[in-house]
């Protein structure tokens, strides 16, 4: 058995709203190993946005225990966990989040300054995983310049860079029509396959969740 | 840590019109700024010229200018008593006693202005080189002649070579122009002492009395003598450069402390301008300022990024303001001296300290402007601003 990378034990996340309890989560219990494609699905407003932010460490806990690497979430300050997500965790959004005023290139190498590599390097590491995604070609273009399956594959370079252990991704096909979908999760697959990322995806469509290896639902706030 | 300067700049280009509004509103509160300090320092830079460092100026004590002073002839000739006054080649002693009247005449922009006209002696040519006949002739000592400054013949009516001017209940004739090289001269007429003495009456003395030290140093040797002369115990010697530079320390201070206060007032409005500005910026990127979280970047980098959008902003805004207030230097303007109660003509100066107090003012109104929306930025929950896409 491949070690834990997630380790999620009796873990309840709710907000406050006016000083009102909105339970969210509801004793999730869940891990995910190392090497692992797992599919997040359940209806909306089920919480599966708020898992996945809980862990990528943009989020914190209410009760129970959440271990990502092994580093306990919980545990870390402010900065420190925003060092963590630098290291550990790539991002995929639904709606790309790239930043409209850089190209393609720069999105890319935005995580690599918080790094220590020299300008050189970045650069190879960027061309690499614009490579990877199949857009070499494409580097100094504007967001705006490409089509949504470009930049989704855009974002995906940017979240792959610093070679993380864990991407998650939000819905990353949410926004796309069927052919670009499927080039993103054919993409995502190899990521997978080939690099042995493991990869936490929400998603909607069951031919997205068909590629992980593991599909898991929420509902209602519990996961089964 | 470092969100690129480049990522700053270039949203300056998707807004441009925003962002060229406040540049704007920025630039006209440090031209005005400027403009007030510009004037002050070229008031005081004419007075400053108007003075040389090796000239004496001797004026009673209590005196706040030259017409208020009087000092009669014996206490002239106690002065011509004292050490260190430099002698010509023929040995006579470079000292002018000078006699300082006010007139008023027709400003060429319309009104009357006070013209301050002074009597000198021909020793006052060789204590003030600056001073040089640029058109017609010298007056004639004992005639109702006088010269003009460059500044009275462009400034006020009737003042050109061959004009008549009616003052002291007399007829003068104007037989020349001359240059004073800046000084508060330019905006003078002089004429023969003795002429004007007996003009106004005043034949029992002198407004003040001008000497050139032996040696440039000589000052605290002379002062040291005439202090111990009892008889000239309530006149007071000082530097020429001195004399005219306080004559100018008032109207200035003046100026700058309104010049200040209304600049400060408009300032409220502009920095109010870059805050909106900054707030629709924040506001327009809270996604982007979330997705920069998520990727690692901490609250501080996202404060400084937008600090130092609306400190960029206002330093262009400076450099603009800046620009159009050097333009001013190309013109002069002629205005009372409430100080000394006469018309004095000085161009706008600019300086090191100018510059720099007009930009470390337009960046206070950046920063202050940017402070709370970069906070504002800063503090966003990540959740939250990735949630409002
Ligand atoms: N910051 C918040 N403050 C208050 N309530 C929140 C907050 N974030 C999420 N919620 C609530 O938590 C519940 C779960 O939200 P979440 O976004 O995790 O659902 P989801 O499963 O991702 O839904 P969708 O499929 O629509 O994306 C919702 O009812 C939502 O309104
Ligand atoms: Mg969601």
Same mark, same amino acid.
């Given at each position: 058995?491949?070690?834990?990378?997630?380790?999620?034990?009796?873990?309840?996340?709710?907000?406050?709203?006016?000083?009102?309890?909105?339970?969210?989560?509801?004793?999730?219990?869940?891990?995910?190993?190392?090497?692992?494609?797992?599919?997040?699905?359940?209806?909306?407003?089920?919480?599966?946005?708020?898992?996945?932010?809980?862990?990528?460490?943009?989020?914190?806990?209410?009760?129970?225990?959440?271990?990502?690497?092994?580093?306990?979430?919980?545990?870390?300050?402010?900065?420190?966990?925003?060092?963590?997500?630098?290291?550990?965790?790539?991002?995929?959004?639904?709606?790309?989040?790239?930043?409209?005023?850089?190209?393609?290139?720069?999105?890319?190498?935005?995580?690599?300054?918080?790094?220590?590599?020299?300008?050189?390097?970045?650069?190879?590491?960027?061309?690499?995983?614009?490579?990877?995604?199949?857009?070499?070609?494409?580097?100094?273009?504007?967001?705006?310049?490409?089509?949504?399956?470009?930049?989704?594959?855009?974002?995906?370079?940017?979240?792959?860079?610093?070679?993380?252990?864990?991407?998650?991704?939000?819905?990353?096909?949410?926004?796309?029509?069927?052919?670009?979908?499927?080039?993103?999760?054919?993409?995502?697959?190899?990521?997978?396959?080939?690099?042995?990322?493991?990869?936490?995806?929400?998603?909607?469509?069951?031919?997205?969740?068909?590629?992980?290896?593991?599909?898991?639902?929420?509902?209602?706030?519990?996961?089964? | 840590?470092?969100?690129?300067?480049?990522?700053?700049?270039?949203?300056?280009?998707?807004?441009?019109?925003?962002?060229?509004?406040?540049?704007?509103?920025?630039?006209?509160?440090?031209?005005?700024?400027?403009?007030?300090?510009?004037?002050?320092?070229?008031?005081?830079?004419?007075?400053?010229?108007?003075?040389?460092? +090796?000239?004496?100026?001797?004026?009673?004590?209590?005196?706040?200018?030259?017409?208020?002073?009087?000092?009669?002839?014996?206490?002239?000739?106690?002065?011509?008593?004292?050490?260190?006054?430099?002698?010509?080649?023929?040995?006579?002693?470079?000292?002018?006693?000078?006699?300082?009247?006010?007139?008023?005449?027709?400003?060429?922009?319309?009104?009357?202005? *006070?013209?301050?006209?002074?009597?000198?002696?021909?020793?006052?040519?060789?204590?003030?080189?600056?001073?040089?006949?640029?058109?017609?002739?010298?007056?004639?000592?004992?005639?109702?002649?006088?010269?003009?400054?460059?500044?009275?013949?462009?400034?006020?009516?009737?003042?050109?070579?061959?004009?008549?001017?009616?003052?002291?209940?007399?007829?003068?004739?104007?037989?020349?122009?001359? +240059?004073?090289?800046?000084?508060?001269?330019?905006?003078?007429?002089?004429?023969?002492?003795?002429?004007?003495?007996?003009?106004?009456?005043?034949?029992?003395?002198?407004?003040?009395?001008?000497?050139?030290?032996?040696?440039?140093?000589?000052?605290?040797?002379?002062?040291?003598?005439? +202090?111990?002369?009892?008889?000239?115990?309530?006149?007071?010697?000082?530097?020429?450069?001195?004399?005219?530079?306080?004559?100018?320390?008032?109207?200035?201070?003046?100026?700058?402390?309104?010049?200040?206060?209304?600049?400060?007032?408009?300032?409220?409005?502009?920095?109010?301008?870059?805050?909106?500005?900054?707030?629709?910026?924040?506001?327009?990127?809270?996604?982007?300022?979330?997705?920069?979280?998520?990727?690692?970047?901490?609250?501080?980098?996202?404060?400084?990024?937008?600090?130092?959008?609306?400190?960029?902003?206002?330093?262009?805004?400076?450099?603009?303001?800046?620009?159009?207030?050097?333009?001013?230097?190309?013109?002069?303007?002629?205005?009372?001296?409430?100080?000394?109660?006469?018309?004095?003509?000085?161009?706008?100066?600019?300086?090191?300290?100018?510059?720099?107090?007009?930009?470390?003012?337009?960046?206070?109104?950046?920063?202050?402007?940017?402070?709370?929306?970069?906070?504002?930025?800063?503090?966003?929950?990540?959740? *939250?601003?990735?949630?409002?896409?």
């Amino acid at each position: 058995m491949p070690n834990t990378l997630i380790d999620i034990k009796n873990l309840f996340k709710s907000y406050w709203r006016d000083s009102i309890e909105i339970p969210v989560l509801n004793d999730i219990t869940l891990e995910v190993h190392d090497g692992e494609f797992l599919a997040l699905m359940g209806p909306s407003g089920s919480g599966k946005t708020t898992l996945l932010n809980l862990i990528a460490g943009i989020d914190r806990p209410s009760k129970g225990s959440l271990t990502v690497s092994g580093t306990n979430i919980a545990d870390l300050g402010e900065s420190a966990l925003a060092k963590w997500r630098s290291q550990h965790v790539g991002f995929v959004f639904q709606f790309y989040n790239l930043l409209p005023v850089l190209t393609a290139f720069e999105n890319v190498e935005l995580p690599l300054l918080l790094t220590s590599l020299s300008k050189a390097e970045r650069k190879k590491h960027v061309e690499l995983v614009l490579d990877v995604v199949g857009l070499g070609d494409r580097m100094h273009h504007y967001p705006k310049q490409l089509s949504g399956g470009q930049e989704q594959r855009v974002a995906i370079a940017r979240a792959i860079v610093t070679d993380p252990t864990l991407l998650v991704a939000d819905e990353p096909t949410g926004d796309l029509d069927k052919h670009s979908a499927e080039e993103i999760l054919v993409l995502l697959d190899r990521l997978n396959q080939e690099f042995k990322k493991t990869i936490v995806m929400v998603t909607h469509d069951p031919r997205a969740a068909e590629r992980a290896t593991i599909q898991r639902h929420l509902d209602k706030g519990e996961l089964s | 840590m470092k969100i690129p300067l480049k990522y700053t700049l270039r949203n300056f280009k998707s807004r441009r019109l925003t962002t060229a509004i406040t540049v704007l509103g920025i630039a006209l509160v440090v031209f005005v700024f400027a403009a007030v300090l510009m004037m002050a320092h070229g008031i005081q830079k004419t007075l400053v010229a108007t003075g040389s460092q +090796d000239n004496v100026i001797i004026a009673r004590k209590s005196a706040n200018g030259e017409i208020s002073s009087i000092i009669v002839r014996s206490d002239y000739n106690t002065i011509l008593t004292l050490p260190h006054i430099a002698k010509s080649s023929e040995g006579k002693p470079l000292i002018s006693g000078e006699t300082v009247v006010i007139i008023n005449l027709p400003k060429r922009s319309g009104g009357l202005s *006070n013209v301050c006209v002074r009597g000198v002696a021909l020793e006052a040519f060789t204590l003030r080189p600056q001073v040089k006949i640029i058109e017609g002739r010298m007056f004639t000592a004992g005639a109702r002649e006088i010269i003009v400054g460059s500044s009275i013949a462009k400034n006020f009516e009737g003042a050109g070579i061959g004009k008549t001017v009616e003052f002291g209940g007399n007829t003068w004739t104007i037989v020349g122009r001359f +240059d004073g090289g800046g000084s508060a001269f330019d905006s003078e007429m002089w004429g023969d002492n003795d002429q004007l003495q007996d003009a106004f009456n005043r034949r029992g003395g002198y407004s003040t009395v001008t000497f050139k030290l032996d040696q440039p140093d000589a000052f605290n040797a002379f002062k040291a003598a005439f +202090d111990r002369e009892p008889r000239l115990q309530q006149f007071e010697p000082k530097p020429e450069q001195t004399f005219f530079a306080e004559q100018s320390e008032n109207m200035t201070l003046f100026i700058r402390i309104l010049g200040i206060f209304i600049t400060i007032v408009f300032s409220f409005g502009s920095t109010i301008g870059a805050m909106i500005t900054m707030y629709a910026a924040v506001a327009n990127r809270t996604v982007e300022v979330g997705t920069l979280r998520a990727l690692g970047f901490r609250r501080r980098s996202i404060l400084s990024a937008f600090l130092s959008e609306s400190l960029v902003i206002a330093f262009i805004g400076g450099v603009f303001g800046l620009l159009l207030a050097s333009v001013l230097q190309f013109f002069s303007i002629s205005m009372l001296n409430f100080q000394s109660f006469s018309e004095l003509e000085f161009s706008f100066a600019l300086s090191p300290s100018i510059i720099g107090w007009s930009m470390f003012f337009s960046l206070t109104m950046g920063l202050l402007g940017g402070f709370l929306p970069a906070v504002r930025a800063a503090r966003l929950n990540i959740v *939250n601003a990735l949630r409002s896409a």
